[in-house]
C-alpha cells in the first residue's frame, strides 16, 4: 500500500506516487462513476494498480491509498 | 553536428568505467545513458536518486544542505537556526549569494550564522536547554524577527533530542511562528530529500497560517515558486511577469518573506521553475487549495517567450497580450545580444554537471547561442527530471547521474568540450586541465541569468570566459618541459 495523488490533465487522469517518483498517465480506471470510482487503474508504462472502490473525489487532486497489483516498480 | 555518434557514446561510457571493479562498474553503469528523444520514460534506461557508491568521489551534498541552503536559508525575515556543531553552519553561510533587500541583522537575517554551537556536553545531557536559551537572546537581540525555523545537523537525530517540543513551547512564549525541521544530513542520499522535508515543514507550520483571513486578491496574483534569487535571478524574472500584468504575491523562497508564503494560498496560479526543490509544497497547494501549477523556464529568449505564453494561456486576453507586448519588446534586444555574441560562440561543445534543473533548462539558452550540448547531468535529481531531461537534449547526447570525480574527468578528456558547467569542486580540476569553466551553481559570482536581461549577462560571461586567452597559456609544466626539451634536442 502506498499512498498516491491522482490529478487530472488535458489527456485524463495522471497518477503520481511520490514515494517512488513514479509520474503516468491512467489509461484505463475500472470504475469511473461518481457513485463508484477507483478499482484497478492501469498505467501507460504497464503498471497496475488497486483502489479501494468509493465515491468519487468532489475535486482533484486527490490523495489515496493504492495497492500495486503488478507491473513496474 | 552531433559530437559523437550513438555507439561512439556506449563505447565511451564502457571504457570509462574499465576500472572499477565488476560489483561497481555494474552499479554505475545504471547511472549512464546515451540519450535517445524517443523513449517516453527514463525509467528502464537510467537509474537516479540511490546512494552514491563509497570509495568514489561524488559532488553530493546533504539533507541538512537542501533544507537550510536552499530552501529556508533565503527566506529573509525569519532566522534559521543550524541546531548542532558550529561547522556546518558556518561553511554554508551565504555561499548561493542569495540576494536580499533589507539590512541585515535588523529586518533581515539570511547572510548571519545562528548555530546552538553544541559543544561535548550537549551531547551527552542534550541540547534542548540551550536551543530554548538561543531562542529567547534572538528575541531580545533581534525583535524584528518574524519567526524562527531549527533546521538540524546531524548530532539531533542521533542523541534524540525534542526539537518539536522546544518549538512548540517557544513559540507560545514568543508569539511567532517556531519550526522544528528534521533535515538530519544523514537522511536520504542526497540533498534531494532536505528539499522534500523543507517543503513539508512548510506545509505543517507556515502554509495555512492564515488560512480564512482577509486577503485582497485580484485575478492575476501568481506566485514564483523554486527561484533563489541567486545573484537577482527572482527579480530579473519578476519584472518580466509583472509587465505583463500578473500580480506577484510571493517569492519561495529567494528575497521572499514569511508573509509572502503565507499569503500563498491566495494565488491564481504557482509558478514554478525549481521543479525538484519545490514540486512537493505546488502538489500539496493543487490538492489542497486547488492552484494549478506550471513549470517555467526563464533561461534564453526561445524559452522564455515560450514560457511566457504558457502563463498567459492561464489568464485571460489582458495577460495574453501583455505577454506579447512583453516578447516583443525585448526581442530586439535580445536579437541584438545573439548577434553580437553568437559569431563568437557558434559550434561549441558544452557540458553540464549540476544540481536538480540547470542540466535541462540552460540547454535552451546555449542553442540560442548556437553552442551544443553534448553532455548533462544531475547531482540529485529523480527519475522524473531525466523524463523532462530526454525531450530537452538532442539525440545520441551522453547523461549521466550522479557522475564521480574520475568519470567527468575521463569524459571530459575523451569529448573534449569547449566549456564545462558545474560547481565549485569541479571548477579548478578543470581550471588546471585548461578548458574554459563556469560555476553553474552560483554563476561564478555573476548574474542574473534568468530573464531577458539574465540572458544578456549570460552570452557576455558565456564569451569572456570562453574566448578568453588565458586558456591557450596554461600548460602543465612537465609537459611544457617536455616539449622544450624535445626543441632542445632537435
Known amino acids: 500500500m502506498a499512498n498516491i495523488m491522482i490529478r487530472r490533465s488535458a489527456e485524463g487522469y495522471v497518477f503520481y506516487m511520490p514515494k517512488r517518483d513514479i509520474e503516468d498517465q491512467i489509461t484505463s480506471m475500472e470504475f469511473d462513476t461518481p457513485e463508484k470510482w477507483g478499482g484497478e487503474i492501469k498505467l501507460k508504462n504497464g503498471g497496475i494498480y488497486f483502489i479501494e472502490p468509493q465515491s468519487a473525489p468532489e475535486r482533484l487532486p486527490y490523495s489515496v491509498r493504492a495497492k500495486r497489483i503488478d507491473g513496474v516498480e | ?490
Open chain 2, 1 to 490: 553536428m552531433a559530437a559523437l555518434t550513438r555507439e561512439e557514446t556506449q563505447a565511451l561510457i564502457e571504457e570509462v568505467l574499465e576500472v572499477y571493479p565488476e560489483k561497481a562498474k555494474k552499479d554505475r553503469a545504471k547511472h549512464m545513458m546515451v540519450n535517445d528523444k524517443a523513449l517516453e520514460s527514463s525509467k528502464k534506461c537510467i537509474t537516479s536518486n540511490r546512494k552514491s557508491l563509497p570509495g568514489v568521489m561524488t559532488m553530493r551534498g546533504c539533507a541538512y544542505a537542501g533544507s537550510k541552503g536552499v530552501v529556508w536559508g533565503p527566506i529573509k525575515d525569519m532566522i534559521s537556526i543550524s541546531h548542532g556543531p558550529i561547522g556546518c553552519g558556518q561553511y554554508a553561510r551565504g555561499g548561493r549569494r542569495n540576494y536580499y533587500v533589507g539590512t541585515t541583522g535588523v529586518d533581515t537575517f539570511c547572510e548571519i550564522n545562528f548555530t546552538s554551537d553544541f559543544q561535548e556536553k550537549d551531547i551527552v545531557f542534550g541540547g534542548d536547554k540551550k536551543l530554548t536559551k538561543l531562542m529567547e537572546e534572538i528575541e531580545v537581540l533581534f525583535p524584528l524577527n518574524k519567526g524562527i525555523s531549527v533546521q538540524s545537523e546531524c548530532p539531533i537525530g542521533l542523541i534524540g533530542d525534542d526539537i518539536e517540543a522546544v518549538s512548540k513551547k517557544m513559540a507560545a512564549q514568543i508569539n511567532k511562528p517556531v519550526v522544528p525541521v528534521r533535515c538530519e544530513g544523514f537522511r536520504g542520499v542526497s540533498q534531494s530529500l532536505g528539499h522534500h522535508i523543507a517543503n513539508d515543514s512548510v506545509r505543517d507550520w507556515i502554509l495555512s497560517n492564515r488560512d480564512g483571513q482577509a486577503f485582497e486578491k485580484t485575478p492575476y496574483d501568481v506566485a514564483i515558486l523554486g527561484d533563489y534569487n541567486i545573484g537577482g535571478d527572482a527579480w530579473a524574472s519578476r519584472i518580466l511577469l509583472e509587465e505583463m500584468g500578473l500580480r506577484v504575491v510571493a517569492q519561495w523562497s529567494g528575497d521572499g518573506t514569511l508573509a509572502e508564503m503565507e499569503n500563498t494560498p491566495n494565488v491564481k496560479l504557482n509558478l514554478l521553475h525549481c521543479y525538484r526543490s519545490m514540486n512537493y509544497i505546488s502538489r500539496h497547494m493543487e490538492e489542497k487549495y486547488g492552484i494549478p501549477w506550471l513549470e517555467y523556464n526563464f533561461f534564453g529568449p526561445t524559452k522564455i517567450a515560450e514560457s511566457l505564453r504558457a502563463i498567459a494561456s492561464h489568464f485571460d486576453d489582458r495577460i495574453k497580450e501583455g505577454a506579447e507586448r512583453v516578447i516583443e519588446k525585448y526581442t530586439p534586444a535580445m536579437n541584438a545580444v545573439i548577434a553580437k555574441f553568437k559569431p563568437r560562440l557558434q559550434g561549441k561543445k558544452v557540458m553540464l554537471y549540476v544540481g536538480g534543473l540547470r542540466p535541462r533548462h540552460v540547454v535552451g539558452a546555449y542553442e540560442d547561442l548556437g553552442m551544443e550540448v553534448v553532455g548533462t547531468g544531475y547531482e540529485f535529481a529523480h527519475n522524473d527530471d531525466y523524463d523532462r531531461t530526454m525531450k530537452d537534449m538532442g539525440d545520441a547526447t551522453l547523461i549521466y547521474d550522479d557522475v564521480t570525480g574520475h568519470e567527468l574527468d575521463e569524459f571530459v578528456k575523451a569529448m573534449k568540450p569547449d566549456l564545462i558547467g558545474s560547481g565549485i569542486k569541479e571548477k579548478y580540476v578543470f581550471h588546471k586541465m585548461g578548458v574554459p569553466f563556469r560555476q553553474l551553481h552560483s554563476w561564478d559570482y555573476s548574474g542574473p541569468y534568468h530573464g531577458y536581461d539574465g540572458f544578456a549577462i549570460f552570452a557576455k560571461d558565456m564569451d569572456l570566459t570562453l574566448n578568453n586567452p588565458v586558456w591557450k597559456m596554461l600548460k602543465a609544466p612537465w609537459l611544457k618541459d617536455e616539449a622544450t626539451a624535445e626543441k632542445k634536442a632537435a
